[in-house]
């Protein structure tokens, strides 16, 4: 446990065992830090069951589990508003045969941004 952080069980494991065992002076004064929002939620105790299964044998805290689903959320949503292709139509009015012509386009915006980077 020395070699690495330890998990929410491990802690919580270590301070039980040392419950009530106070030394005078002991204490080592830390950094602060900068902690996330709580947020609550409930869910059905089957859905409990299988998130602490899960954590339990990634070793990990359901916390962990749930801030890593949130993340992969974020991500797909952050992936599916990424714009794919992208069309468009020129009219051009031809004097030379008295018309308008119409030219569709569709391009791929990273090939794009791909010959934007080249030219500068």
Not at 50 to 65: C, E, F, H
Not at 101 to 114: G, K, M, S
Request: glycine content about 4%; overall charge negative.
């Amino acid at each position: 446990m020395a070699g690495r952080d330890m998990n929410e069980r491990e802690r919580r494991e270590l301070a039980n065992e040392h419950r009530g065992e106070v030394l005078i002076d002991s204490a080592t004064p830390i950094e602060g830090r900068r902690l996330g929002q709580i947020v609550s939620l409930r869910l059905e105790a089957d859905m409990i069951v299988s998130l602490r299964d899960i954590a339990n044998q990634r070793g990990v805290t359901v916390s962990d589990l749930l801030r890593e689903g949130a993340a992969r959320i974020i991500a797909a949503e952050q992936q599916s508003m990424r714009i794919t292709e992208l069309s468009f139509s020129v009219n051009v009015f031809s004097s030379q045969q008295s018309r308008w012509e119409n030219t569709q386009y569709t391009a791929n915006p990273v090939e794009l941004d791909a010959a934007d980077l080249a030219t500068r």
